[in-house]
């Protein structure tokens, strides 16, 4: 059964970084596209970044320039490094894996920019 493992949320102020990571297991995690989520208070969930097995990546408008995904097909981890952080950053961010997603969601993890 596939499992996801988001770590590496916490505070952090405006403009400030966090790298974000993802454990995979139960699947062939080379093989698939993975793809960072975010849902903030109220909102829906929407999708941030994602990588496909080649390493072609894109992102959300909202994000583009400051955030980068990548990953490590050996240790079955993907990434999210976020730079320049804004308070409309403040989210819960998750991973899967997959179009449409193959695993249950995790728990994600907590990003809250604020001063």
């Known amino acids: 059964q596939a499992q996801l493992v988001e770590s590496g949320g916490g505070l952090v102020q405006p403009g400030g970084s966090l790298r974000l990571s993802c454990a995979a297991s139960g699947f062939r995690f080379s093989t698939y596209t993975m793809m960072w989520y975010r849902q903030a208070p109220g909102k829906g969930r929407e999708l941030v970044a994602r990588?496909?097995?080649?390493?072609?990546?894109n992102y959300a408008d909202s994000v583009t320039g400051r955030f980068t995904i990548s990953r490590d097909n050996t240790k079955n981890i993907v990434y999210l490094q976020m730079n320049s952080l804004k308070p409309e950053d403040t989210a819960v961010y998750y991973c899967?894996?997959?179009?449409?997603?193959?695993?249950?969601w995790g728990q994600g993890t907590q990003v809250t920019v604020s001063s």
């Open positions: 990588i496909t097995d080649a390493g072609w990546t």
């Open positions: 899967n894996a997959g179009i449409p997603p193959i695993a249950n």
